[in-house]
């Protein structure tokens, strides 16, 4: 609302009224002086804040059995090009029906390739072995760099010690919840994984792990105490990135074990 200065019949009120409008006036051209320099100012911070922020990359975040288009494919559905066994040999898994498949005793597999920080994707399928019990039922692990276990567990319906269940981090974390499904149905695993941090050589922070498990929230940015059993061994250093191994599990409950896996990649987390 308007300011309203009523006219007064004095000369000296007149005056006064007069200085008094010159002042309201001035007031209100000062007033809005300054709100045009704060616009101005505000324009221009928005403006160089626009600058300073890089567009985001664009990224196909594919769908349903088709990774993202920045993600290194570790399983083309084919064959195990990207695959070895520890020792270098040609890996000795089995594919079918574009899934690979770890057979009784075909030892472990890893990748070719090498990672540190990364987002990573598995999609698995345990084998129905009602018969076997706690860790001898559906046993398999995704080794992360080489070193930390992600347990792979038929856990449905299977108690066993909680850090050793489904989507633990071996021996470390249990999960959240058990997000298990049946046997013999799909899974996921959608891991964020930091590698440690390191300084000539040597680790000087902890890595961290994220996991989803068919979606849920498993493990919430857990803090690696260090390396879980049956990872790789030193000389491997752990300061570089490690491939990722898939474990081959023995028990002698089972005398026959098929776990497959499919659709697995990576996105590198480094830059
Ligand atoms: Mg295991």
Same mark, same amino acid.
């Given at each position: ?8 019949? $004095?000369? %000296?009120?007149?005056?006064?009224? *007069? ?5 309201? +006036? ?13 616009l ?9 804040g @626009?600058?300073?922020?890089? #567009? ?9 059995? +088709?990774? =993202? ?11 195990l ?10 890996? +000795? ?7 690979m498949?770890?057979?009784?005793? /075909? ?11 990364? #987002? ?20 398999? %692990?995704v080794?992360?760099?080489g070193?930390y276990? &992600? #347990? ?6 299977? =108690?066993?010690?909680?850090?050793? /269940? ?10 959240? &919840?058990?997000? /298990?499904r ?7 695993? $959608?891991?964020?994984?930091? @590698? ?9 922070? =902890? *890595? ?11 493990? $919430? ?18 300061c570089?990135?490690? =491939?990722?191994l898939? #474990?081959?599990? &023995? ?5 026959e ?12 987390? $480094?830059?």
């Amino acid at each position: 609302m308007r300011e309203s200065i009523e006219p007064l019949g $004095d000369p %000296g009120d007149r005056l006064l009224a *007069g200085a008094c409008k010159v002042a309201v +006036k001035t007031a209100r051209m000062l007033r809005s002086a300054a709100m045009k320099a704060c616009l101005g100012l505000l324009v221009l911070a928005a403006a160089l804040g @626009a600058a300073e922020l890089p #567009q985001p990359v664009a990224v196909d975040p594919g769908g349903p059995g +088709k990774p =993202p288009s920045d993600a290194v494919v570790l399983f083309n559905g084919k064959d195990l090009s990207g695959w070895q066994q520890a020792d270098g040999a040609p890996a +000795k898994w089995t594919v079918k029906n574009g899934e690979m498949v770890c057979n009784t005793e /075909s030892g472990n597999i890893l990748t070719k390739e090498t990672f540190g920080s990364a #987002q990573i994707h598995v999609e698995f399928a345990t084998p129905d072995q009602r018969e076997a019990t706690g860790q001898a039922r559906g046993n398999s %692990g995704v080794y992360v760099q080489g070193r930390y276990e &992600v #347990q792979v567990l038929d856990s449905y319906n299977n =108690p066993t010690y909680a850090d050793g /269940s489904a989507s633990a981090i071996y021996k470390q974390s249990a999960p959240l &919840v058990n997000a /298990s499904r049946p046997p013999e149905q799909w899974q996921t695993y $959608d891991i964020i994984y930091r @590698a440690p941090k390191c300084y000539g050589g040597h680790i000087i922070g =902890p *890595g961290s792990m994220t996991i989803l498990h068919n979606g849920v929230l498993v493990q $919430d940015h857990f803090e690696l105490q260090g390396p879980t059993p049956g990872g790789l061994k030193e000389p491997f250093d752990p300061c570089k990135p490690g =491939p990722i191994l898939l #474990q081959a599990h &023995v028990h002698p409950q089972v005398a026959e074990t098929a776990m497959r896996f499919r659709n697995l990649w990576v996105r590198k987390l $480094d830059h």
